[in-house]
């Protein structure tokens, strides 16, 4: 006869787990001479739903859990990306949006930063996207009189400002100007708008007109470059003043860039571009070395690279690459590129066969172009790429929208930082109170069924822990884990330890409480009689009793580790940037001019916070009413 075989102890063990929780909260269906007796959970659910308040936070609790835990999925964010071109730009959703008139005229489009100019085939100048700056309280679609009177003939836009040269030749501009952006002020450590450019430039000399990070530049006709704004931020930008024979001029975030007549390419006296890749397999050579037997003929930039079209079709980028940004494009047989152009983080180029190519950075799909043979020009938006056919019509345009909740000080998305800041402060907040609550639980019950010495060991225990300072305590442990080259994840998983090891002798009180009145009762006595260990008795027959008080707290608990872990961030001690969470999504923003300035920084973490905190209260007083016996007698 075969022996019967031994159950499996992890699922005889899920099973003891399952049947403790269904005695907890449905208890046995017993009948009496009226009918069956309602269960507990039947009675907690009507009493929990009738509470209208209580029902709506448990809805907004749940789809909030839910947003936090799935929505990172679909919006996948890198830690370490910072944007000083995108910083504190306000929410807005219209960053791609072209003006109605434009679409069917475009002359020319240009990006730098926030936000995108156009010039349309009769002059007229447009602005869209985030153009306003709260602190110098300007709007730059409020374009000067003379730009709205006599039209543009040529139009370009940097990080904060806006230069264009009138159809009667004056040269205009509007935007910032504290870093001679513009204008013919002495400014300390800036490059003034060169003399000859105070009575005008008549358009047909105009051969380029281009803007940067604080800084400006014309090219004639003739091939004289005259350049002019902040030498910090762009420290070769002496050395190219001046400089003739140039045929085109680009600037990155630090550095300008000439293209000569005679096809070479120059910085001037800096060496700024040291490694390179190649359409055709070249890679690691300085550029000067590569391009030194070469011809080029058109140049674009990014924020850190550089991008040279070869006379005889090869395309080589220069300059610090990031996540395969250097990867170029395929291009079909007897394909190659005729034009370039740069934004932000990503070029795009319109090959002899009518097709636009973009690549590099695609985080907003700004490098998902359709190849449909019908593109004249590309242009490069910060983050956006607009294609135009031969008539001047846009044909296509992709890339980022917006930012439906802005961006911080940084240039990095604040929704998509909310949406990982919650997870990791949901996340921290509930094994926190597993944590608190498994101690409370042993601690409490073993104090409370067991009493004598058991119990004045474990209450003076429990006194000393709630005799320290909550919060100095937790922050001197952070502080002290800081000192420590461990991995961050690691730390996270600490301070999760932290905030629940300091967190339970409240509970652990109450669960005492509780089963000091539990075990004095009959069926604890009936248990005994029957030769129940006392082990058994404590957690399978008492601690069942007194679940209501544990759900109860926990739920109460769970409001309070939210809030004690976003006030540990905020303060520094808690989880260290760039890792979001939504107390240091705070910290940046203990400032007057944020809190002025930029509203959206602060309040959107803020409201999250609070949402979820008020709703776990909420329903935490809910279930407390609902699992109290005589909060139903009294009504």
């Known amino acids: 006869m075969e022996k019967p075989q031994k159950e499996n102890p992890i699922v005889r063990g899920c099973k003891r787990i399952a049947s403790w929780f269904r005695r907890a909260f449905t208890g046995n269906k017993w009948q009496d001479a009226e009918g069956e007796i309602e269960s507990p959970s039947k009675l907690l659910r009507q009493s929990f739903f009738r509470k209208k308040g209580a029902v709506v936070a448990l809805v907004l609790l749940v789809g909030l859990f839910l947003f936090v835990f799935i929505a990172p999925l679909f919006a996948p964010m890198d830690v370490n990306y910072t944007d000083p071109l995108q910083q504190n730009v306000a929410p807005v959703y219209s960053l791609r949006k072209v003006p109605r008139k434009l679409k069917g005229a475009v002359q020319t489009i240009d990006g730098f930063s926030g936000f995108t100019v156009g010039l349309s085939s009769e002059g007229e100048a447009f602005v869209w996207g985030s153009s306003t700056d709260k602190l110098q309280k300007t709007d730059l679609k409020e374009l000067p009189d003379s730009v709205k009177e006599e ?43 060169p003399d000859e450019l105070a009575q005008g430039i ?30 910090n931020a762009v420290r070769n930008l002496a050395s190219m003043q001046g400089l003739e024979g140039v045929a085109d001029i680009a600037f990155t975030n630090s550095a300008a860039v000439a293209l000569l007549f005679d096809g070479s390419v120059t910085t001037g006296s800096e ?23 070469k011809k080029a003929v058109a140049i674009a ?5 550089l991008a040279v079209l070869i006379e005889d079709g090869e395309l080589v980028v220069s300059g610090v690459f990031e ?27 319109v090959t002899n066969l009518g097709n636009a190519y973009a690549w590099g950075h695609n985080a907003y799909g700004q490098c998902e172009l359709e190849q449909n043979g019908s593109a004249a020009r590309a242009f490069a938006g910060s983050l956006q790429t607009y294609v135009v056919d031969g008539e001047g019509r846009l044909v296509q345009s992709v890339g980022l929208k917006g930012y439906p909740l802005g961006t911080d000080g940084r240039g990095r998305d604040v929704f998509t930082r909310i949406i990982h800041g919650g997870k990791m402060t949901m996340t921290i907040g509930a094994v926190a109170v597993l944590v608190s609550s498994t101690i409370a639980v042993i601690v409490g019950c073993v104090s409370g069924y067991f009493g004598g010495v058991v119990d004045t060991l474990l209450m003076r225990i429990t006194e000393i822990f709630s ?45 005492r409480g509780q089963v000091l009145v539990e075990r004095e009762k009959e069926f604890v006595v009936a248990a005994r009689a029957i030769g129940v260990k006392e082990r058994r008795i404590a957690f399978r027959h008492v601690l069942p009793n007194v679940v209501s008080v544990i759900l109860v707290s926990m739920t109460l608990d769970f409001a309070g580790c939210l809030l004690t872990e976003s006030s540990l961030s905020y303060l520094g001690f808690g989880v260290q940037q760039p890792q979001p969470t939504w107390g240091n999504m705070l910290t940046g923003c203990n400032n007057s001019v944020v809190i002025q300035n930029y509203w959206w920084q602060w309040l959107f973490p803020a409201l999250f916070l609070s949402l979820a905190t008020i709703c776990i209260n ?8 609902a699992l109290d016996p005589k909060s139903h007698l009294e009504k």
């Open 271 to 293: 060496r700024v571009f040291t490694s390179l890749v190649s359409s055709r397999g070249a890679t690691g050579a300085t550029l000067s070395e590569y391009l030194a037997d």
């Open 202 to 231: 008549a358009p047909e000399r105009v051969k380029r007109l281009v803007c940067g990070y604080q800084t400006s530049a014309l090219v004639t006709t003739e091939g004289k470059a005259l350049v002019w704004g902040n030498l």
């Open 323 to 349: 996540n395969g940004e250097e990867l170029l494009p395929v291009l079909q047989e007897g394909e190659y590129f005729t034009s370039l152009d740069g934004g932000t983080r990503h070029f795009v180029g």
């Open 618 to 625: 909420v329903v935490g007083d809910a279930l407390r009413d």
């Open 467 to 511: 005799s320290i300072p909550f919060l100095p305590f937790a922050m001197l442990l952070s502080q002290i884990i800081k000192n420590y080259n461990i991995p961050e994840t690691t730390r996270i998983f600490i301070i999760m330890l932290i905030l629940g090891a300091l967190s339970w002798t409240g509970l652990a009180r109450m669960i």
């Open 301 to 305: 930039t990014t924020n850190k690279c």
């Open 151 to 193: 039209g543009a003939a040529h139009i370009a836009a940097g990080k904060d400002h806006i230069l264009a040269v009138t159809k009667s030749g004056k040269l205009v501009g509007w935007g910032d100007r504290s870093c001679g952006q513009y204008g013919f002020d002495q400014i300390l450590n800036a490059l003034t708008t």
